[in-house]
């Protein structure tokens, strides 16, 4: 059938989700500490102005626009201006070393960056290394941006184009390797945004992401799209709130004076906010808390739970836009809201084999985890060879490990990388951490394979004591958990770590996930595994 | 950027609807009155019998399978098999006259048509008519479909196909000329699917539809896809109920036995429901009803609420899939629980003047309702002319009248072709129905307009009253009521009726909307208007 000569084809473009958010939300709030309120309408027209600013800057269709700042509504107005416009946006991550930024900007290439002052040193340090011309346009929490967008017309004519378009473009942040290249297209993003509100939406009670809560992000925006979670709260229209640079007590003191019910996060900076004094004195009963990019170690998930936290676990990557599956959310059973959880919608997400073969769903048998999404990127940046192995089989590979349950559910037990492979038995890493950290005293742990002449890899474990712990009683007392888990048949007697090395910090990577790589250079040069 | 040369470019299919429903709810039920139950695992595996039933009887790639039967699992294996085969499903209305039964058969010409054996007799009727040899399958409600799909084989090997493949057609039941034909693509179903779930779904509390909730449709399949909700549900993996053949007693023993807490109707079937005095024994405080396809009249609004039903307002057509608004699914506010409502997601919809300019969002100014979504449909099936007016100036055409409150909330007041055009003003028949239909003894009611030389037309009042009502004594009422409206300056002066009629039964079309144009037709036999 020939569509009407005037039919609009609709394509799924980033400018469709902004259509009902600012024209039903006029009085709804954007808060942007520290002296930032936008109303939905206030914030459409600023959106219009910026990409009227880039345009005056010389921005045009298919170039690419880096973003270094915190989470501020500036942040967000780049999530939408820049794809909007046609151009890419760059979301620049800034906690990468100075040689790692450098690489990531000349590979991304981008024809301008927004730079927030307290990135300009860093711009400084490394600008003589830029391998092309680029625009800096630096920027301030309240000045600079202001006067740079504040004067632009507030009518901006964003275009219609190919849905395929890429809209977006970051750094994975692997421990090996250079950064590789993501980006995502704006049908993916649109796609992703309907895909995360259905998942982590349609829920009864107050479960979920719904209209009635107020978001705030604790992870960055840089981050995989702050989780993609901006782009889903503006097109519901709910209040938001964006933090600035992180700071324990001034994001305590947001979710208290905001009334914020949704947020989203790394374990680190949960744990990081639970042990403020602050956050004693805080009522964090209504505050929901979606848990990722880290498992949810046991420790961290009593402590948010006694603190009336809702807290569940959801999983993705950077090269996933980034959902692949969440918990049950309508679950209070501590262990199905720690668990993996269940695909998104269309999502299909497999446990295979190395043939890719599906091993049986019987919550036991353990494979790669591998994903077929309408939002899964398609390719590294100029790196045809890394894409194909991404990509190998038709399916993307996540690196993951775990075993699919009979209901569907999937539980990741480990990065491939990460198992521990002794004496023909595969030991989850996941696992050993589990237990070391339910551990009074530990406050952070790491098992690593090291590797070992006769047996392939022997565990090891390094852990960070509690301030003032007794170091023999805690390693005595790790053992013995690990033993009777051992005993009790639910770990291979091939889990008993060989070595517990105290350490004051466990070396993370730019991300705040545990640097495994790092660690097994640190052992390799503190000790001498037994063999 | 080029994608991996094996990265999987998600196409928007049907098939992948089902992904995740039937591995993660194998427990769940689907439920087919009188006496079917199915797992989700079940459904599936029928889904793929059916396809091979059908593809044994010589159906393939692109041609067209019609359905004429009951809601029932069997109609729900059909929205799955049929178009996952990459074949057209044609949902054939089995309340058209012969006449146009056999026009649309002529006119949409399919290669099979499965036929419940109630509507044998309808085929009889007609056969002779067919323009093109069609397979008929006849099936019973336990009988005869079992038997076709039963021995089957139950792996069918679903192809991947563009997404712009047609998925579906049905035929329009507009009041003037042939029925028309609409259809829609694999694409435009999956986005319809995620859209009505982020419209519907996204809600504190118990409101809208949700992962608990039980399902039972009470608009028939072959109405726009009993509205989308279908696929919708099947999605979301809830229990799913489908009652046969619409019999009031049977419709709320089901509600009550199985548990539903969420439906979709025309008002006139839930006034049947509730006339009923079995709906006096039955609890309905847990049930939630959307109200669409015709406006809802306060006088049901009233009766349903004190049944304890949650009653909300939506609104589309044939033409939009067909979700493009519904009422804040939050609110428990009967006024706002019975608006028009807002837009959902991505939806681009505007209240326009003749000449497609904006009218004032000021709740009073009155224009057509037009919209883009990513699920209109894009033509009229073979009628080029159709198409293009209802596409005029780049918009789809809704033909219905209303206003845009401030706050984007919409509100339809008209039907463009209904409104009483007297005396220089528009008057709204609606408004007119909604008074009359909340005097006491008024069942129903329509406002129609009759050609009037020096007014250009002038309001009648068609009513049906309740038995043993005192007609001069309604008389009176109503027309107080008009005046005491039109005193309080809510209505034009214009809009005093000049003649109530009381009539056995108001004609409707086939698919229980009144028919003013058989209406206006009486009229002119029955009576004089006072010119």
Known sequence: MLPASNAYDFPLLIKHLLTNASRAHARQEIV???????????????????AHSLNNCGIEDAMRVGVMDWDSNRYLECFFAVPMMGATLFTINVRLSPAQLLYTINHGAPDLIIVHRDFMPLIDEIKSGFERDITIIPIGDGD????????????????????????????????????????????????????????????????GFHRGDVYMPLTPLFHVHG???????????????????????????????????????????????????????ID???????????????????????????????YGMSETCPFLTVADLSSDDPQIQAQTGFAGPLIDLRVVTPDMEDVPHDG???GEVVARAPWLTQAYLDN?????????????????????REDGSVQITDRLKDVIKTGGEWVSSLAL????????????VAAIGMPHE???????????????????????SVLRAVQSQVDAGALSKWAMPDLLLFVDQLPKTSVGKLDKKQMREDVLKYSDIKS
């Open 364 to 366: 036991e048998a353990i």
């Open 144 to 207: 600079g941006y202001e006067a740079w967008i504040g004067k632009a017309a507030d009518r901006f004519d964003f275009p219609d184009f190919e849905e395929a378009r890429t809209a977006t473009l970051f750094y994975t942040t692997g421990t090996t390797g250079n950064p590789k290249g993501v980006s995502y297209s704006h049908r993916q993003l649109v796609l992703h945004t309907l895909g995360l509100l259905v998942g982590f939406g349609v829920w009864p009670g107050d479960a």
């Open 384 to 404: 045809a060879q890394a894409s194909d192995a991404l990509w190998s089989g038709g399916y993307l590979h996540t690196g993951d490990v775990g075993y699919m």
């Open 32 to 50: 942007s500490h520290p002296n930032t309120r936008l109303s939905y309408e206030t914030f459409e027209r600023r959106v219009h102005q910026l």
């Open 454 to 476: 006769k047996w392939g890899e022997r565990p090891v474990l390094l852990a960070q004591a509690a301030k003032g712990a007794n170091l023999e009683d805690l390693r005595t």
């Open 227 to 281: 989780w993609g979670f901006p782009y889903a709260a503006t097109m519901l229209g709910v209040k938001q709130v964006y933090s600035g640079r992180y700071d324990p007590d001034s994001l305590l003191r947001l979710i208290a004076d905001e009334g914020v019910t949704f947020s989203h996060c790394v374990p680190t900076i949960l744990s990081m906010l639970l042990e403020r004094p602050s956050a004693a004195h």
């Open 284 to 314: 964090l009963n209504r505050w929901k808390v979606i848990i990722g990019g880290a498992a949810l170690p046991r420790g961290l998930q009593d402590r948010a739970a006694e603190a009336g936290i809702c807290l569940h676990a959801a």
């Open 433 to 444: 951490e589990n237990i070391a950290s339910s551990c009074n005293g530990i406050e952070d």
